[in-house]
Nanobody, 124 residues
């Protein structure tokens, strides 16, 4: 069973930057970042295919967030720039071990492995 360990969350002022990391213990077909605030559904933020590195972003973060990977170290990153207070959430790394569904739809139910989450707080 692949395990995921996230790091890099924290508090920052609006306009600032943070980089999240997610280290995996094994191969994933794709990796993604989701975020969730209390009382709301988990929202897909970005996804990357391990083979080829194709990425897809939610409209709310497009142009501000960049997802990348270090395949040699089984690690994915989420570089978050121009952060806004509405980006405040618990961020979760997720992995899809084998292909399921349409990879860029960012459906939480398609991802079978989840990290513990890391909090991102953006103050105005």
């Amino acid at each position: 069973q692949v395990q995921l360990v996230e790091s890099g969350g924290g508090s920052v002022q609006a306009g600032g930057s943070l980089r999240l990391s997610c280290a995996a213990s094994g191969y994933r077909y794709s990796s993604a970042w989701f975020r969730q605030v209390p009382g709301k559904e988990r929202e897909g933020v970005a996804v990357i295919l391990t083979s080829g590195g194709s990425t897809y972003y939610a409209d709310s973060v497009k142009g501000r967030f960049t997802m990348s990977q270090d395949k040699a170290n089984n690690t994915v990153y989420l570089q978050m720039n121009s952060l806004k207070p509405e980006d405040t959430a618990m961020y979760y790394c997720a992995a899809m071990i084998s292909p399921r569904g349409i990879w860029y739809l960012l459906k939480a139910s398609d991802f079978g492995v989840w990290g513990q989450g890391t909090q991102v707080t953006v103050s105005s």
